[in-house]
């Protein structure tokens, strides 16, 4: 799976959890400490996120981020 994959899997995750759970970005990035523009850019914007702002974004929703390696297929 290449990263731009791994991050469209991951938006559209979160925006279907921010939508389930009625939570505005302006109320996530206040869980977060960020500024809504942040946020904004973050999730629609196509920015480049690391594992580790995966990972706050995904705790501030209570949901998990799962990493596994493995060998490719060939």
């Known amino acids: 799976m290449k990263y731009d994959e791994i ?15 009625g939570i505005s970005q302006v109320e996530l990035a206040d869980r977060l400490g960020v500024s809504k523009s942040y946020v904004t850019k973050a999730l629609k914007d196509g920015r480049s996120l ?6 706050q974004i995904a705790d501030a929703l209570d949901l998990t981020v799962t990493v596994r390696f493995g060998r490719e297929r060939r």
Do not use: A
């Open 7 to 21: 991050l469209e899997d991951f938006y559209k995750v979160i925006n279907g959890r921010l939508q389930r759970l």
């Open 50 to 55: 690391s594992l580790k702002s995966m990972i």
